[in-house]
């Protein structure tokens, strides 16, 4: 763990204020944006430090894959979209994470590239968000 990390931290109030933690799954945690423009979008980040992929070993990347991977489909069991658009950036948050982002046809974004922060976020009820998660760790088993 990194000290001053925003997905290190136990609480890192920046991260707070924009997400909401899931669970943690094999080798990530998954957690869930409070910008809902695209419904049901997440993040994954590596449970460890590490900066690039290739940095985990056979098990770790292979087990971050895995949690990817149904983290991913439980978004598109729970709220059906067109598309799933997988996004691993980092360069001013250097952890390796996954952004998970729905997209709808017809829906904001569609056919595009998918953007980090919005102008006007579509921020939910707290109760809506808990669903979510609900929803999210019963189909994950988390």
Same mark, same amino acid.
């Given at each position: 763990?990194? %000290?001053?990390?925003?997905?290190?931290?136990? *609480? /890192?109030?920046?991260?707070?204020? !924009?997400?909401? #933690?899931?669970?943690?799954? #094999?080798?990530? %945690?998954? @957690? &869930?944006?409070? /910008?809902?423009?695209?419904?049901?979008?997440?993040? &994954?980040?590596?449970?460890?430090? +590490?900066?690039?992929? @290739?940095?985990? =070993?056979?098990?770790?990347?292979? =087990?971050?894959?895995? =949690?990817?991977?149904?983290?991913?489909?439980?978004? +598109? +069991?729970?709220?059906?979209?067109?598309? &799933?658009? &997988?996004?691993?950036?980092? =360069? %001013?948050?250097?952890?390796? *994470?996954? *952004? !998970?982002?729905?997209? @709808?046809?017809?829906?904001?974004?569609?056919?595009?590239?998918? %953007?980090?922060?919005? /102008?006007?976020?579509? *921020?939910?009820?707290?109760?809506? @968000?808990?669903?979510? !998660?609900?929803?999210?760790? #019963?189909?994950?088993?988390?």
């Amino acid at each position: 763990m990194a %000290t001053g990390c925003f997905y290190c931290a136990e *609480h /890192d109030e920046r991260r707070e204020a !924009i997400m909401l #933690k899931v669970g943690t799954m #094999k080798a990530g %945690t998954l @957690y &869930l944006f409070k /910008d809902q423009s695209h419904k049901g979008r997440c993040v &994954l980040a590596l449970n460890s430090h +590490k900066k690039e992929l @290739y940095e985990c =070993d056979a098990q770790e990347r292979n =087990d971050f894959m895995e =949690d990817l991977a149904r983290a991913s489909e439980a978004v +598109k +069991k729970l709220w059906g979209c067109t598309k &799933l658009n &997988l996004g691993s950036f980092g =360069d %001013t948050n250097p952890h390796l *994470h996954f *952004h !998970i982002v729905p997209k @709808y046809e017809g829906g904001f974004e569609f056919g595009g590239s998918f %953007t980090i922060t919005r /102008d006007t976020p579509v *921020h939910l009820e707290p109760e809506a @968000y808990q669903e979510m !998660i609900a929803q999210l760790q #019963k189909e994950l088993g988390l």
